[in-house]
């Protein structure tokens, strides 16, 4: 994160991201190293800013939503309306027409992160919503649990068929402005002007490594985290820190000389911010083999320390990971729930693959999550080694057993929604 | 702030503050609301930028410290020389010839924000002490406790006679970044970009209002917290809470039909940021006065809880005033120190006016001082409320006493150099 700095997918960061991990699991002697090619959206932001017009003039810290379609050239002014829920919109009618909807949804601090789902829906969704009752641009308060003037960004995408508005968040006090101000009865007018743009696919790749099994190689568990990350900072809690974790795991476990009978396989995604192209390669690429795919495992959430991990398996998967986890008390790493997902190992899950989450403290990681302020600074080492033994045994674990975990059910073999 | 937003001295907002503070005074019935001309400096911020050039390309959050010179269009580039003292800078001899001085001295965390004296005498002479060795501009980690990607602004001042080189503080990330690739012995070079410009001097003023003392209206205690702002945030805790917490006592205490024997007189001060003109142009306009000012309080320390006062006066002035603050203990501000002081009722001090200082709980005042995040949010209400009580019941006691509290002794009225 120091030396690549972003590494949003397209970027220069990104193609040295892919090169950097690629070396350094050649380095640590691992099986197998490749880059299996991924094309992927590129998207760059541009300059960027919003100023409060009525009810006096205040520049307000914005930043585009990930996919966002550019404004105007100078911008493009209106008055705000303020929604919380998608119910809210709607039931504004004619009223959002010609106006900026801003949605305000503040996040709670909570160690699951709780609250991001719901107010992430309204990120994801929000503009192509807004758009079809005739606004013109939309606004939300940014995603986050600390007011520090930081504009989180996060992706958005467009409807089929539904008009592309500019997406953009404000820093939470700058939206915490306008609704007080709104509360007020004020007439509350935002000029915003974003220079994003969407260039054509770029060509990146997913990096991947292996320890070979001992008896059954053909099987295989897979660990991984994300190498792209946002612009604004430097991605080291998203996801500098679950590939750090991937990558450390199996250099631990090679260093240890500790062959499992599966191969452990580390998969470093490309896009998991803003199009998912690096996980629907890797299951496409892989789908004839994902029948022997015994588990995947994902680190998202941050370098706060681990706390167990979530479980999407068949009949009795939970109760295994359960009673693996107890060997991880020293850790606190024992909470085993079910609900096991990623962005990048989902796509597996059509295949019925039985799909962990490694699950971190999130207390403070949505205060920087996305924001500038995602620096190395913010991962504490030891955190990050819990993390990186509770992944290494867990990997171990469902690699060495002699029975896998049941696999998801039919009826349970579909990607969420967002 | 919500409203006029930033006032640094020559602003809009400065102008605007004046008018409402003024307007307020008079709803509030307050006697000889006026306003006392003051000319101000006139620095603006302009376009800002920094950029690693070495080892790779990343931009660094930077502001200009207030009065800064500008670099030439299109920046100046330069090596990175690192040091955590002057005399660290002067060990350097010519090994800061050409380069670009970076001051790095972190903040602790502590109540009584200690620690910032020590680094804000790198920030006000860094840039003069830099050039005198022959540097070609100066960086400085921004002096704040929370690393949240923000970099601090804040005055400096040059020498007289000496090269004016360009001054800039970097977020405490960006600080980081390069103090670990120095110390990983990386060649760092950086290309800063300042836009600042100072105009002419501006016309603004000091804003007074009184509640006449009922039998010796001409002895004066001064409250006051100064009006103007830095540009980055919105001024909410520095010093919005100091001017509120001034305001809000003379209302009550005129709402509450309570008149002590002398004069309470609230000086909301301009240019206390950024030049200090108005405490100097109050002292100079009332100097025949002065004499009968019985003490001056101050509010610049944020909105924390009121923990209680320090006081400069004569013999015996402090205990006298932890016997008054003794009436505070509901609010636990009984805390009386010595070193009463402040950058606006400080030219008081050469005529021997007991000063004190309001001590807020500055734990958190640090995370934000000078950011843009300094704003209305930051400011608890309950909080600012206590602060008020404290400010209202210390003017009121001192106004009213039969004997004024003992005058700073000749030997003691220097004003104290940054």
Not at 25 to 33: I, N, P, W
Not at 50 to 77: E, F, K, R
Not at 323 to 352: C, F, H, K, N, Q
Request: aromatic content about 4%.
């Amino acid at each position: 994160t120091d030396r690549i700095g972003q590494r949003l997918s397209g970027s220069p960061g990104a193609a040295a991201a892919v090169a950097w991990s690629a070396e350094e699991f050649r380095r640590d002697g691992l099986a197998r190293v490749r880059t299996e090619k991924v094309m992927v959206p590129h998207w760059i932001r541009g300059e960027e800013f919003a100023l409060l017009l009525s009810p006096s003039p205040v520049p307000l810290s914005v930043t585009a939503l990930g996919m966002s379609a550019p404004t105007p050239s100078g911008g493009i002014a209106g008055d705000v309306v303020e929604v919380s829920s998608f119910d809210e919109l709607h039931a504004l009618g004619e009223k959002a027409r010609g106006k900026i909807v801003l949605y305000y949804k503040p996040m709670v601090r909570h160690p699951d992160g709780d609250s991001y789902g719901a107010a992430a829906g309204l990120r994801y969704r929000g503009a192509s919503e807004a758009a079809k009752q005739g606004a013109v641009a939309m606004l939300i308060r940014s995603l986050g649990t600390l007011s520090a003037r930081l504009p989180h960004t996060g992706v958005q995408a467009y409807e089929d068929g539904v008009e592309q508005i500019p997406a953009a968040a404000l820093a939470a006090e700058d939206a915490d402005l306008l609704h007080r101000l709104l509360a007020s009865g004020e007439r509350v007018r935002v000029r915003l002007s974003l220079g994003c743009r969407t260039l054509p696919d770029a060509e990146s790749a997913n990096v991947i490594a292996e320890l070979r099994g001992s008896s059954r190689p053909e099987e295989v568990v897979v660990i991984g985290g994300h190498l792209d990350s946002w612009d604004l900072g430097t991605g080291a809690i998203d996801d500098g820190a679950g590939v750090a974790v991937s990558m450390e795991a199996m250099r631990l476990l090679k260093k240890l000389g500790l062959r499992p009978r599966r191969t452990i396989r580390a998969v470093l995604f490309m896009n998991e911010e803003n199009g998912n192209r690096g996980g629907l390669a890797y299951a496409e690429a892989h789908k004839e083999e994902l029948a022997s795919h015994v588990a995947a495992i994902e680190s998202d959430s941050g370098a706060g320390r681990p706390l167990g991990f979530d479980v999407s398996a068949g009949a009795g998967g939970l109760e295994r990971v359960t009673a693996l986890a107890r060997s991880l008390v020293s850790l606190g790493a024992t909470r085993v729930l079910g609900g096991g997902e990623g962005v990048d190992i989902g796509p597996m899950r059509l295949a019925g693959v039985p799909l962990l989450s490694l699950r971190q403290d999130m207390t403070y990681y949505f205060d920087w999550h996305h924001t500038a302020a995602d620096t190395l600074d913010k991962v504490d080492p030891r955190e990050l080694s819990d993390n990186v033994a509770a992944m290494a045994f867990m990997a171990y674990a469902l690699a060495d057993e002699e029975t896998p975990l049941p696999r998801i059910p039919e009826a349970e073999r579909v990607v969420p929604k967002r």
